[in-house]
């Protein structure tokens, strides 16, 4: 085992890597990363900021530099994120900044500007990484990777639910619709395309509830004495 161990959480919108990854960084006592929010953070500074759209070099510039933090809610429950000092958790959730960092990340140069940022967080005791590319390109040589997926049908109506739970007005038609298209942006694209790593645990969340799939990365994890 490395010095600092790292489990892995990849899988497509709706999978509920975000929603499990804090369980299991919270039942192993571990950090977090949700290189997500990174990517929407980055939309959100160049929308804030006034870039053109296609500016790759300025949102690669702002990922670099941005003043970023991550904390929590008073309850300890939800992720709190910031940027440059200011609460932009709820903008930051936003389907318009979701479809701009789908964009975004596309580019090498965020990419790239993200990598040594993200791999900053591996800190002790240990760090649980959610996102698209975790277990190929930032984390490749993690203890444990873990991809997590379900039915279009299923991932449609967790994000109907979640954004309808936060007073967005949407259709499960339109969403759908996106959820198709970002997956087919996210798997083919030229740069760390959404795959699972050769060796990860696939599981297929469809069905499923939070804590039996919490219990299924938590016991691969024992298997590979992560934790007890």
Known sequence: MSAVPIVTIDGPSGSGKGTISRAVAAHAGWRLLDSGAL????ALAGHEAGLDPSDRGGHARLAAAMDVHFGASA?????????????????????EVGQGASRVALWPEVRNALLQRQRAFAQPPGLVADGRDMGTIVFPAAELKVFLTASLQERTLRRYKQLKGKGSDVSLAALSREITERDLRDSSRHVAPLVPAPDAEVIDSTGLTIDQVVERVMAAGRSRLLWT
């Open 39 to 42: 990517y929407r953070l980055v």
């Open 75 to 95: 309850q300890g429950q939800e992720a709190r994120l910031s940027l440059g000092g200011v609460d932009v958790t709820a903008r930051v959730r936003s389907q």
